[in-house]
């Protein structure tokens, strides 16, 4: 029987038939090196379309040399490979990368200002990123309304972690109550951050909130409607 062969994607449920060989995959695209006709072949497996990415590859007497005599970068769409005359070649692709998301997500449900505890936060990510942002928002207005606090990191290369203490930049603790956190970054061969992924949580004996005057267990995080 004839070989063949295909890519699935995960999120759009859908998959894309290719031809077997000596195949590397990468984000979006496959890239089949045609011993035949000594190319490099690229199927985008989103369109199905196939185009020649590379032409004149020498024989390396090999039925399969990926990753010896050409490869893929699975994140930056690049294609590299060497010619006759061992020189060097590099070819971007085209194809738009896959977004940047979290396979896995960790964070604490509380923090509390003072404490010896901070929130932590770790995320798994699909990609690497070259730099991530970390923005705490109060659901709740103290004194000076709502607060925010954004923590920033660089390159990343599977994995983002971060603590935040319960407060501001300015080091006044933020309103009690319910509090979200969103995580953008901006993944490995892209220049715009996007949304990775967001959350909440509660902290316990921060600043009051406004018109927060008495619940049985103290100050709840919740404005009081006193008649």
């Known amino acids: ?43 985008d497996t989103t369109t199905d379309a196939t185009r020649v990415v590379a032409s004149g590859l020498p024989d390396s007497g090999l039925a399969v040399d990926r990753r010896f005599r050409w490869t893929v970068d699975e994140y930056t769409g690049l294609v590299a490979w060497f010619d006759t005359f061992e020189q060097t070649h590099v070819a971007t692709t085209g194809v738009a990368p896959s977004a940047l998301t979290a396979f896995r997500t960790e964070t604490e449900g509380y923090v509390e200002p003072g404490s010896a505890s901070a929130w932590t936060g770790r995320w798994e990510l699909s990609r690497p990123a070259t730099s991530w942002s970390l923005t705490f928002t109060s ?63 509660y902290l316990l004996h921060g600043s009051a909130v406004r018109h927060d005057f008495v619940s049985p267990d103290g100050p709840d995080g919740r404005g009081d409607l006193l008649t």
């Open 1 to 43: 029987a004839d070989a063949s062969a295909g890519v699935y994607d995960s999120k759009a449920a859908t998959s894309v038939a290719v031809s077997p060989g000596d195949v590397l995959l990468g984000d979006g695209f496959t890239v089949r090196h045609d011993h035949e006709a000594d190319r490099l072949v690229l199927t």
């Open 139 to 201: 659901e709740q207005s103290g004194a000076t309304g709502r607060a925010t606090r954004t923590l920033t990191g660089g390159a990343a290369s599977a994995e983002v972690t971060a603590t935040w203490n319960g407060k501001t930049s300015s080091g006044i603790p933020f309103p009690n109550g319910e509090f979200t956190w969103t995580l953008k970054a901006t993944g490995l061969g892209t220049t715009a951050p996007v949304t990775v992924t967001s959350g909440s949580g």
